[in-house]
């Protein structure tokens, strides 16, 4: 089944064959993409009232008896990028007018960062090995490894370690991220490698990042968010300094 980006595909190749006049006419194209996109991101949202929604501290809620609130958020977190429920958003929902702001803002951080996959997730591991938050790190590794975020530093960062043989960009992120959150603060050189290599934007994509993640660490560990069935804890505790 296709999904919102296979119609994007689609319509991008179809207007090139248009542009070469074998096809329809634009407008007309249009409108039946239109159509197909709107009918196939219908079929592939998931059934809100079909969610398993996790939780420990905070039991997991059921969508036929939340208020329209709640429903709402849901909605969007299915409708969104993430097209699920899982992670901070059981305990979210307990107050979703901010909730569903903080998934927003979330989503936006993570989908639309000036950052590539690859630097975004290395940020949210080294806050999610900070926090030992256990299902952030084990839903985010995942994600670093097909951002193209090598292995041995991801391996390094869980060890509390200064990851070896960085990009340029990589030791940028995380010089920045360690020292941010163990120093409150950064150096004038920290700052300036930062602004150098990830640009201005980048900076605040990545305090941004930063910030977001501390709250679902938060949120996980205050709930004792489970793992996926058959998952074991990766991250052991970091030596007291």
């Known amino acids: 089944m296709w999904g919102t980006h296979s119609c994007v595909r689609q319509f991008a190749i179809r207007s090139r064959v248009i542009q070469k006049g074998f096809l329809m006419r634009p407008a007309v194209l249009a409108a039946s993409m239109l159509v197909l996109c709107a009918s196939v991101f219908a079929q592939s ?34 409708s969104g990028e993430r097209g699920g429920t899982n992670g901070p958003f059981n305990v979210m929902l307990r107050n979703p007018q901010w909730g569903d702001l903080a998934q927003a803002f979330g989503g936006q951080l993570r989908f639309h960062s000036s950052l590539p996959p690859r630097l975004s997730e290395l940020a949210i591991l080294i806050v ?101 069935e058959g998952a074991k804890p990766e991250l052991k505790p970091l030596p007291s300094k």
Request: proline share 7%.
């Open 128 to 228: 999610a090995r900070i926090w030992t938050a256990q299902y952030e790190w084990s839903a985010h590794k995942v994600q670093a490894l097909k951002g193209g975020l090598n292995l041995a530093i991801i391996d390094a960062v869980a060890e509390g370690k200064r990851p070896p043989n960085m990009q340029p960009d990589e030791e940028a992120v995380y010089t920045f991220t360690m020292e941010l959150l163990n120093a409150h603060q950064v150096s004038d050189a920290t700052f300036n490698m930062a602004k150098e290599r990830l640009t201005e934007k980048g900076v605040v994509d990545l305090m941004g990042l930063t910030g977001y993640y501390q709250i679902v660490s938060m949120l996980l560990n205050v709930d004792r968010y489970p793992l996926v």
């Open 45 to 78: 949202k998931p059934d809100p009232t079909k969610i398993q929604l996790r939780g420990d501290r905070f039991p997991p809620l059921k969508y036929e008896t939340m208020t329209p609130e709640q429903q709402a958020m849901v909605n969007h977190l299915l």
